[in-house]
């Protein structure tokens, strides 16, 4: 770290930028890069952060309202990159990586989304879902119907690699009876069910497709 100081300030405003960038791509994709990928990527989103901030200053009248020394001059060129290269970031996973797929995919260049996992797959779909069901190993079933929770949570599900938080709407026995469950609490309270991995044996997900997703079959 302290040779990453001792480094001039461009160079330390790009690196900053990038990594900006590069963990607002990457954040919840569990990603492992080689050391040269990172690197890359980093200066890549820095450098272009940069030179546009390089761009907008240079079509900014020279003259400030206001005087301003060399070190605030260097915190406003930091500030202003690191909030493009954030930009840049969200544009680049929320378009970027989607358009790039379908343009290689359209060439036969390759088939996959080149996500992490199919699990990653599932989660990045522009779906809206409807219906969550855990199978767990004890035979049980619990249920998140996102239509019948009320009030309506912000997040009604939350998933991750150890294991998914869902607010149970219904509990299905072995036997195919059920129970259903009003997620409000005494005191307006919502209770969510933690499910850990190891206690799940399969997930199936409703939602509902784009249309631009679904191939109409013709009769």
Same mark, same amino acid.
């Given at each position: 770290?302290? +040779?990453?100081?001792?480094?001039?300030?461009?160079?330390?405003?790009?690196?900053?930028?990038?990594?900006?960038?590069? $963990?607002? #791509?990457?954040?919840?994709?569990?990603?492992?890069? /080689?050391?040269?990928?990172?690197?890359?990527?980093?200066? %890549?989103?820095?450098?272009?952060?940069?030179?546009? +901030?390089?761009?907008?200053?240079?079509?900014?009248?020279? !003259?400030?309202?206001?005087?301003?020394?060399?070190?605030?001059?260097?915190?406003?060129?930091?500030?202003?990159?690191?909030?493009?290269?954030?930009? =840049?970031?969200?544009?680049?996973?929320? =378009?970027?990586?989607?358009?790039?797929?379908? #343009?290689?995919?359209?060439?036969?260049?390759? /088939?996959?989304?080149?996500?992490?996992?199919?699990? !990653? %797959?599932?989660?990045?779909?522009?779906? $809206?879902?409807?219906?969550? !069901? #855990?199978?767990?190993?004890?035979?049980?079933?619990?249920?998140? *119907?996102?239509? !019948?929770? $009320?009030?309506?949570?912000?997040?009604?599900?939350?998933?991750?690699?150890?294991?998914?938080?869902?607010?149970? +709407?219904?509990?299905?026995?072995?036997? *195919? +009876?059920?129970?259903?469950?009003? #997620?409000?609490?005494?005191?307006?309270?919502?209770?969510?069910?933690?499910?850990?991995?190891?206690?799940?044996? /399969?997930?199936?997900?409703?939602?509902?497709?784009? %249309?631009?997703?679904?191939?109409?079959?013709?009769?």
């Amino acid at each position: 770290m302290e +040779t990453l100081l001792k480094i001039p300030y461009e160079l330390q405003i790009v690196l900053v930028a990038g990594y900006l960038a590069y $963990k607002i #791509i990457t954040i919840g994709k569990a990603r492992n890069h /080689r050391t040269e990928d990172f690197l890359l990527q980093v200066l %890549s989103f820095g450098v272009a952060a940069r030179s546009t +901030t390089a761009a907008a200053l240079w079509l900014i009248p020279k !003259q400030m309202p206001i005087a301003v020394d060399e070190a605030m001059s260097i915190a406003m060129v930091a500030l202003l990159t690191c909030g493009i290269a954030a930009i =840049f970031g969200m544009a680049w996973r929320a =378009f970027g990586e989607r358009a790039v797929r379908r #343009i290689m995919n359209a060439a036969g260049v390759y /088939r996959d989304d080149h996500e992490s996992s199919v699990w !990653q %797959s599932i989660m990045n779909q522009p779906a $809206k879902w409807t219906v969550v !069901q #855990i199978f767990l190993e004890d035979g049980l079933v619990l249920e998140a *119907n996102f239509g !019948q929770m $009320k009030p309506f949570p912000k997040v009604p599900v939350i998933m991750n690699d150890d294991g998914v938080a869902i607010y149970v +709407t219904r509990r299905y026995a072995a036997d *195919n +009876t059920f129970d259903n469950f009003d #997620i409000t609490g005494n005191d307006d309270d919502v209770t969510l069910t933690y499910i850990p991995r190891s206690s799940i044996k /399969r997930v199936d997900i409703s939602w509902q497709l784009p %249309s631009r997703h679904i191939t109409k079959m013709e009769t």
